[in-house]
């Protein structure tokens, strides 16, 4: 007795849909640290810490795209430049905790998104107070 045309597009269907789930679950960035971020260059992470208020913000307007770095450390307290090409948001100097999403190259993590967490999450009516800001590629 062979196998029938629906059991054979049935094992088809499956195989292309653990396919698609493996694919695109290595490519979720992951929490990490810049220390791990180090060892895979040009892998996406997900990097929480705290912005270094005491060394200066430097805004680029070099060709035609905006851009901003600044210094911030991770849990572990390793300390890193961090390049956002977009505008610097308002107020980023007060944000209590920034997880920014992107990759190392040549000990720089370049990010794509900045997610600001501000001193209080939530304002007095209740309405989120988090900003995420994404590059302009």
Avoid: W
Avoid at 58 to 85: G, W
Avoid at 102 to 127: A, E, Q, V, W
Wanted: charged share 30%.
């Amino acid at each position: 007795m062979g196998l029938k045309k629906t059991h054979i597009l049935l094992i088809i269907l499956i195989g292309i849909a653990i396919g698609i789930i493996i694919s695109t679950m290595s490519d979720v960035s992951t929490y990490s640290d810049f220390e791990e971020a180090a060892h895979y260059p040009g892998r996406e992470f997900q990097v929480i810490g705290k912005l270094n208020i005491k060394k200066p913000i430097e805004l680029s307007m070099e060709t035609q795209e905006r851009s901003f770095s600044f210094y911030m450390s991770d849990r572990k307290n390793i300390e890193k430049k961090v390049i956002f090409k977009g505008e610097k948001p308002h107020d980023f100097e007060k944000s209590e905790q920034v997880v920014i999403t992107g990759s190392m190259k040549d000990d720089i993590f370049r990010t794509s998104n900045i997610l600001l967490k501000c001193p209080s999450k939530y304002d007095k009516k209740g309405n989120n107070t988090e900003e995420i800001f994404k590059s302009k590629k």
